[in-house]
């Protein structure tokens, strides 16, 4: 049976990973993304603003290259139209979807307190309305709303077959530094696992995974420093195994990382 997956986010990083590794697998991918412009921090490397301004061609290209299938969409999570729009164009293109990797975020940093950087000296703001408008659009509402058009596709057509996965960080005792960050993931692990719960009938495993640090290009050498630094085929390879039928038992879990 051929598998089709839609991961967002998957311009760079573990969603540009994940893709390919499930391309690896045999599955079709369709691959979506944002561009944007981050705001300006002089304590971050030019890798993380060169791989948020970039498209998804070279993804593409690497599974296309490799004898695998996969399709790019430039998509807002943040827009409430485009979860319908992403599986209309995933069924049309590729087939109908029954591997979804949410994986992109909205990340902002920010803090209750009165500070302008952290401890690796990255810049942050305040918590304000902006910046929980900016989480929450994309990590817990974005991810919920692609569960539940995931969902509805899948129940329609009859599926017995099917895998959510969620990347997150933090966790539901707080995330220091990046408050708004850590609380929006927070809704998308509860999102997950209540999905785990109502679709195990359906034939449908949902899962999260709590990569740790992973450099996907914001990696300081006072990160580095302070921490075991992984790399994006790490999480890819632990999401590639959820969406297979080895983990076909696997389900309802937060699976974290070091």
Known sequence: MIHTAIVTGANQGIGAATAKALAAQGVQVLVTYLRFVPAPDPSLPRAYFTARESGAEEVVAAITEAGGRAHAVEADLADVGTPARLFDTAERV?????????????????TFLATETDRFGRVLSGVTAQTFDAQFAVDARGSALMIAEFARRHLARGGNWGRVVGLTSGGPLGFPSEVTYG?????????????????????????????GVVDTGWVNDAVRAAHDVSQPEDPAGVVAFLCSDAAARVTRNVITMY
């Open 94 to 110: 590729l087939g109908p979807v029954d591997i979804l990797v949410n994986n992109a975020s909205g990340w902002v940093q920010d």
């Open 183 to 211: 609380a929006a993931k927070a809704a998308m692990d509860n999102y997950t696992l209540a999905a785990a719960h109502e679709l195990w009938p359906h034939g449908v495993t949902a899962n999260v995974v709590k990569p």
